[in-house]
């Protein structure tokens, strides 16, 4: 397959100003005239008009309203004899697409009936034939026809100019954007949907409706996206000065969608999963799930579709910069600073147990990619996650305000335009040139040009006579693929320094400044140290004997923090360090060393992972008086074998996942005795009483109960107690919420539990009419536990059931993806057979989604750290698919670069 490069972009030879497009709605044969006014760009040199088009069937082309000649070239159509200078002329083509065929829910497709479309990256040359490359912005006018009593509601971008009824039971709505867009925003869907609708004011004192559009029995689940939506429009306003744009904004949820949401303009496309949330069938993750989606999608309507991408490569430019909105929208969201904490490391667990393992896999990619084969490959973990720490480095460096007067001259500079990463990196510096951005710009950007994760090395050394600190930080980005040698980079590295008493103690450089982002009134002090070398020291004075330095807080940069702690200094920050990530992340190391130490071949798997101090150190936040309980939840909450994994593998030790995971279920069973009467007391205090309310507090309170109820049926199963997994099936039968539920359940079927399978059948026989709760009955048994390789045959047995489908990629992540991507013990087996499904999964859904297909290739991305045998069996899997001739090329792209 062909490879596109970053480096051979080119402006397209013709513009296209105004679109207009009619369709006439059809399952099987969707008929679409688009008439569109073009003029030639004529700051390129002369060349054909070469329109994109993918599985059209074209049925005639004018110009200027006559006969043409034109050619095809594969499924691109040309055009030749052109208008030589710039004024403008008109094509007219008329084109048939097959929705109903389309099972790669790219272009026009159908989900239960009604129509939808998906046009980001390339799904819009599926409808009609274009230009379809973001820096073509146009003008659209869209008439939409169809039966009236199958499709009532017929939606476009924009505002609705006309409607009425047509012959033969037929109707028409007509659409109008006033807002120039690129062709991946355009949007459509016709269908018998119902709405919840709201009238709001904005604080610029304009007039909007807001609508939630849902299939006719799902109204009642749409409370939460709209509050969710109000919040939003709220929140750009106050934050960033954005106001909503639109007198009519749309959200649609339909269950058919290769991913979360599609921010098309004005409406916005979503899977139900991020729309629909009611107490009985959504967990409080789901309820904070939609809430960031909702931001998201929203937030993006400047930040993507006011200001978009000149091309594909730029990616980021909108995405990392949305994420870390959204992230920062739930942060307010949450409240107090303790939630907002929690929601930080909520959010660096997913980088880490995501896109620290991409960056240093097969397919590393730098933020803003050199080359694809595949666009759609690179919606990735590093353009989303690691594009936001990117984003979020500026408003360390420059701090909120500067980070805000960045954005305020990028839409002042840019807003209407395609642009790049290069004019926000620009826009940031420019506008802040007091700080230290301008001087650093060209080596910060190395952020978007160089893959891996940095690796931070500290070293501390205390003179006690003088009464100083010197912390040398050094800075090594291990090789990718493509890349060997890595350039320094620019690394904000938020220091404190944990006293003997516990508290911080002030950081006051040589120079005799103080820490520059401490709050005046606050007594933590902490420093920013800017490490722009490859290696640097930073001394402080004044400092008492027996600190504990605290590094990297906020994880201020996505990289890999290098610090041999003792394990006193550890236990010290876990207890006392003022920054709740750093605490939590005290913790979390203590843990992973643990698990490292009791997974590697040479430790005696009898022996326990935890000593006695560190236990007492887990009992002391449990029962500590202040801590919330979202943050105990969090601290208590082992690390995922796959972090484990990637640890060891960041060590250059052979993961050997069966091992990894006997460690971790020795750990939790240690846990689960040694503290068992403090999780007694945890699930006593932290029942909840009166309705079910989705807020940090609430939430919080649930997670620290559920996690308890897991880890008191762990010590039930040891002792054959049968008290409480008694009450763990009452909870699944009785509970008032999913959270609940859902935690109970997981207890029983987490300790094997012989109640399990009653629970589950009520369960099924509870929600079998809602497909999203069923999704989790699903993944619920494909993340139990192996024992004896029973998951496999489970698995296959529930991919039999009448109500499994690869064709829906909700129902195909719940049960496949969650085998293959979250129980890597099931999944990597030694006889190969996980492997080997793995490899018939990726084909069977090649043939139907090739981008959902994609997705579970990269179940493998890490196959080169596995040890033996798993190692052997994944790279013969990996084989089998590769073997295969009739790959698409996104498949294609994923399983040749694993292989290398
Ligand atoms: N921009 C879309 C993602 C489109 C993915 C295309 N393969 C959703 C989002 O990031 O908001
Ligand atoms: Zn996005």
Not at 507 to 531: D, I, K, R, V
Not at 639 to 660: F, K, N, T, W, Y
Not at 804 to 821: D, S, V
Request: proline share 6%; hydrophobic share 40%.
């Amino acid at each position: 397959a062909a490879t596109i490069r970053r480096a051979d972009y080119a402006p397209p030879a013709f513009w296209i100003d105004s679109v207009n497009l009619t369709f006439d709605l059809d399952p099987a044969k969707t008929r679409v005239l688009n008439r569109m006014t073009l003029r030639r760009n004529m700051a390129v040199p002369a060349q054909p008009l070469r329109l994109d088009g993918d599985e059209l069937s074209l049925s005639r082309v004018l110009l200027g309203g006559q006969g043409c000649s034109f050619r095809m070239d594969g499924q691109t159509l040309v055009l030749e004899n052109l208008p030589e200078g710039p004024e403008p002329f008109e094509l007219e083509i008329f084109t048939t697409c097959c929705p109903e065929k389309n099972t790669q829910l790219m272009g026009l497709f159908m989900s239960g009936g009604d129509f939808f479309t998906q046009c980001e990256a390339e799904g819009f040359r599926r409808i009609t034939y274009f230009l379809d490359r973001p820096d073509v912005m146009a003008t659209y006018t869209v008439t939409l026809r169809a039966d009236k009593a199958r499709w009532p509601v017929l939606l476009s971008n924009g505002n609705l100019i006309e409607s009425g009824d047509l012959d033969d039971g037929r109707h028409f709505a007509i659409w109008h954007d006033p807002h120039k867009k690129p062709s991946y925003l355009f949007a459509v869907v016709a269908g018998r949907l119902v709405a919840r609708e709201q009238r709001i004011t904005t604080r610029a004192g304009k007039e909007h409706l807001l609508q939630v559009f849902v299939r006719p029995g799902d109204l009642d689940q749409t409370g939460h996206a709209m509050r969710s939506l109000m919040a939003a429009v709220a929140w750009d306003e106050a934050r960033f000065g954005l106001p909503l744009d639109l007198e009519r904004f749309m959200v649609v949820a339909t269950s058919d969608f290769n991913m979360g949401a599609m921010e098309n303009k004005g409406l916005n496309i979503f899977n139900t999963r991020f729309v629909l949330a009611k107490p009985a069938t959504a967990t409080d993750a789901d309820f904070a799930g939609v809430e960031s989606v909702i931001g998201h999608e929203y937030f993006h309507n400047w930040t993507g579709n006011r200001v978009t991408c000149r091309d594909w490569f730029q990616l980021s430019l909108k995405e990392g910069l949305t994420v870390f909105r959204d992230q920062e929208f739930s942060q307010d969201m949450a409240g107090s600073e303790s939630a907002r904490a929690v929601k930080r490391i909520e959010d660096v667990i997913v980088l880490r147990a995501h896109q620290f393992p991409e960056d240093a896999g097969p397919l590393a990619h730098p933020v803003r990619p050199d080359e694809y084969q595949e666009i759609n490959n690179f919606y990735t973990t590093t353009i989303y996650e690691k594009g936001a720490e990117v984003v979020r480095m500026y408003q360390t460096l420059l701090g909120r305000e500067g980070f805000r007067r960045g954005m305020d001259l990028y839409f002042e500079r840019h807003d209407g335009q395609a642009v790049t990463c290069d004019d926000f990196a620009q826009a940031m510096s420019d506008a802040n040139p007091q700080s230290p951005l301008p001087a650093l710009l060209p080596q910060f950007k190395r952020w978007y040009s160089q893959a891996g994760t940095p690796v931070v090395t500290a070293e501390s050394r205390y003179d006690e006579a003088a009464q100083t600190w010197t912390l040398t930080l050094a800075q090594h980005t291990p090789p990718t693929p493509g890349q060997a040698v890595k350039e320094p980079l620019v690394i904000p590295v938020r220091i404190g320094l944990v006293g003997p008493d516990g508290q911080d103690v002030p950081l006051q450089t040589q120079e005799g400044q103080q820490g520059e982002s401490a709050p005046a009134a606050a007594p933590a002090a902490t420093f920013t140290a800017l490490l722009t070398e490859e290696k640097a020291s930073f001394t402080f004075i004044n400092v008492p004997a027996g600190c504990a330095p605290s590094l990297l807080r906020g994880f201020s940069a996505p990289v890999r923090l290098q610090y041999a702690e003792t394990p006193a200094q550890l236990l010290h920050r876990l207890a006392h360090d003022s920054d709740p990530f750093n605490r939590w992340e005290a913790g979390q190391t203590l843990l992973l060393q643990a698990a490292t130490r009791h997974a590697s071949a040479s430790a005696n798997p009898g022996e326990p992972a935890l000593n006695g101090a560190q236990m007492e150190a887990l009992r002391a936040v449990l029962r500590h008086p202040q801590l919330d309980a979202a943050f105990k939840a969090l601290a208590l909450t082992l690390p995922a074998e796959s972090d484990i994994a990637e640890h060891m593998a960041s060590q250059g030790l052979p993961v050997d996942p069966q091992r990894i995971h006997a460690t971790r279920q020795a750990m939790l069973a240690q846990i689960a005795s040694a503290l068992q009467a403090d999780w007694q007391w945890a699930w006593q205090a932290h029942q909840g009483s009166g309705a079910y309310q989705p807020d940090a507090a609430s939430s919080g309170r649930r997670a620290l109960a559920g996690l308890a109820l897991l880890m008191l049926c762990l010590n039930a199963q040891a002792t054959g107690d049968a008290v409480w997994p008694g009450k763990a099936y009452q909870r699944a039968k009785d509970a008032g919420n999913m959270t609940e539920r859902l935690a109970a359940l997981t207890a029983l079927i987490h300790t094997h539990h012989p109640l399990a399978g009653k629970a589950l059948a009520r369960y099924h026989a509870l929600f079998a009419e809602d497909a999203l709760a069923l999704d989790k009955w699903f993944a619920l048994q494909a993340r139990t536990p192996d024992a004896d390789g029973h998951v496999l045959p489970l698995v296959r047995q529930l991919m039999q059931r009448p109500d499994f489908t690869l064709k829906n990629p909700n129902r195909a992540r719940a049960l496949i993806f969650t085998y293959c991507l979250n129980n890597p013990a099931a999944f990597h087996r030694a006889d190969g057979a996980g492997h080997a499904f793995w490899a018939e999964q990726v084909l069977a859904l090649d043939a139907l989604n090739p981008q959902v297909a994609a997705r579970l290739a990269r179940a493998l991305d890490r196959w080169a750290t596995l040890a033996e045998p798993y190692r052997s069996s994944a790279r013969a899997a990996l084989q089998t698919v590769a073997a295969r001739d009739t790959l698409s090329r996104d498949v294609r792209e994923v399983v040749t670069r694993a292989l290398g």
